[in-house]
């Protein structure tokens, strides 16, 4: 199994779509996020999406526990 580790995409659509393209031409089975999948981009709800569709494994980053209310801003 090949998995592409990764974190810090806040919300950068283009950037997670280059980052997927180059896993698939890569042969990654899975796709790991360590945080921060929302923040200061403006495409969370997509890139969100391409993460569900994946079956990407995310682990809960500051940006995104803010967003949800589980801390402070």
């Known amino acids: 199994m090949r998995a592409a580790l990764w974190s810090k995409r806040h919300a950068n659509l ?30 969370p709800r997509e890139c969100i999406h391409l993460l569900r569709q994946r079956e990407a494994r995310v682990v809960l980053g500051n940006h995104d526990a803010a967003v949800v209310g589980l801390i402070d801003t």
């Not at 890569?26 to 360590?34: C, K, L, Q």
């Open 14 to 43: 283009s950037a997670l779509e280059g980052a997927l393209a180059l896993f698939d031409q890569a042969g990654v089975d899975m796709v790991v996020s360590v945080g921060d999948v929302v923040g200061y981009g403006a495409a």
